[in-house]
């Protein structure tokens, strides 16, 4: 079981890069992370909405340059206020730089400051999930082919080059955010990993055994939307985002080993833990955060 699961970070882009943010990506490739990733919004809630957040494709094309073996990537991106054209120029940017170590986290979106910071409405549910549908596949073709057109309902490309494209062939991983079944069918068809946050309905009142009850829900609908298109789930790495769900995995070193192998039980490869900010939401002891990562998948074994 633990054989097969890994252990990645979020580091929220809030530490101006020489006062301390180049020293967290580098100290993450010191404690052995698989990834590294950074959230990908203009700004974010709670206390975080009125303090300093600064761009995800900088912040990672630095730390790309200030590392040198671990993965990076975003955990996500979504259309709320990026182009698919703009974007897969930066991503093959990125690709390039970092020498092919990146992993894009991509989602349909919210509707939080994202959604309107460019002055528009904010989008439906169903409104997001159909410019996702045709955000992923856009993006797949800009990612792998070196000229691409398009004429979509939301999006167009007129024969965009992207030479020499991904230092990653056919290009970079796509780790898609998702629960409903039409992102589900993106995650099968253009995914190399499925994302998830766990059940936002248990997430607030329910308790660590309905929210793997409900998680486990979600893989089922993943291996049947996989089963759609003959593709093996097995193909696929799973990945759960932490922080979201009843469980307080970083409360203790073996609050997390008992976490991790629930879910390395459930099917998931990847656990990916926010780098603890104190004063916030991801508050955390840093010698635990630190011991989790040194010894805690060691552990299960």
Request: proline share 6%; aromatic share 8%.
């Amino acid at each position: 079981m633990a054989s097969s699961l890994r252990l990645s970070t979020v580091i929220l882009p809030v530490r101006r890069w020489h006062e301390g943010g180049r020293e967290v990506w580098q100290r993450a490739e010191e404690l052995g992370f698989r990834t590294a990733f950074t959230y990908d919004h203009l700004s974010w809630r709670g206390n975080f909405r009125d303090g300093p957040w600064f761009g995800a494709v900088p912040t990672l094309t630095a730390a790309a340059a200030a590392t040198e073996h671990i993965r990076i990537g975003t955990l996500v991106t979504s259309p709320n206020f990026r182009h698919p054209v703009t974007l897969a120029k930066e991503l093959i940017s990125l690709d390039d730089i970092s020498g092919g170590r990146v992993t894009l986290g991509i989602g349909a979106g919210g509707n939080g400051f994202d959604a309107t910071a460019l002055g528009g409405q904010g989008w439906t549910p169903r409104e997001r999930a159909d410019r996702f549908g045709e955000f992923v596949p856009l993006l797949d073709r800009l990612l792998s082919e070196d000229v691409v057109s398009f004429d979509g309902e939301f999006t167009s490309a007129h024969e965009v080059r992207n030479i020499p494209g991904c230092v990653q062939r056919p290009r970079l991983p796509f780790a898609v955010a998702a629960t409903g079944p039409r992102g589900m069918k993106l995650a099968a068809r253009h995914g190399q990993a499925w994302v998830t946050t766990g059940d936002p309905k248990v997430s607030s009142a329910g308790t660590p055994a309905e929210s793997l009850a409900a998680i486990r829900g979600q893989l089922d609908r993943l291996t049947a939307a996989c089963g759609e298109i003959g593709r093996d789930p097995a193909e696929l790495e799973k990945v759960l985002l932490t922080g979201f769900t009843p469980d307080r995995p970083l409360d203790s070193f073996d609050a997390f080993v008992d976490f991790a192998g629930a879910h390395a039980e459930l099917g998931f490869t990847e656990i990916v833990l926010h780098w603890p900010i104190p004063d916030s939401i991801f508050a955390a002891d840093e010698k635990v955060f630190e011991r989790i990562a040194a010894e805690g998948l060691a552990e299960l074994g």
